[in-house]
């Protein structure tokens, strides 16, 4: 929801709001895929964002995976990076925003 203590001088959403959602996002659609996967264990190591327009109203983000990638991490032996992409649109459905946060999976020690 669209907040006066998240806009920035421009009147429109404050860039770093938006990469928390990113990441939120990320980190909720990840966390909920580990939940199937006993014994690999993610931790964000970076995040990058891309700004597309003025971000005003309210602002929806979505994150998914592919099949592939969960077959990789139950096939899991030692570390894998994984990039995973958010897209943030606003009310209209425009771009305002992506993110890509990269991720660090490993085994869990037995």
């Known amino acids: 929801m669209d907040r006066p203590w998240l806009r920035n001088?421009?009147?429109s959403?404050?860039?770093i709001a938006l990469a928390n959602l990113g990441e939120l996002c990320s980190g909720l659609a990840t966390m909920s895929m580990l939940?199937?996967?006993?014994?690999?264990?993610?931790?964000?190591i970076r995040v990058d964002c891309s700004y597309k327009k003025k971000a005003r109203g309210?602002?929806?983000?979505?994150c998914s995976f592919k099949e592939q990638t969960l077959e990789q991490l139950k096939k899991?032996?030692?570390?894998?990076e994984l990039k995973v992409d958010t897209e943030m649109r606003d009310t209209h459905g425009d771009l305002?925003?992506?993110?890509?946060?990269t991720w660090t999976f490993k085994?869990?020690?037995?």
Do not use: E, Y
């Open 9 to 11: 001088p421009f009147s």
């Open 13 to 15: 959403i404050h860039a």
């Open 35 to 44: 939940q199937t996967l006993k014994g690999v264990k993610g931790i964000p």
């Open 58 to 62: 309210k602002i929806t983000s979505k």
């Open 76 to 80: 899991l032996d030692d570390t894998m």
């Open 96 to 101: 305002v925003a992506t993110c890509t946060v």
């Open 107 to 110: 085994r869990k020690k037995a």
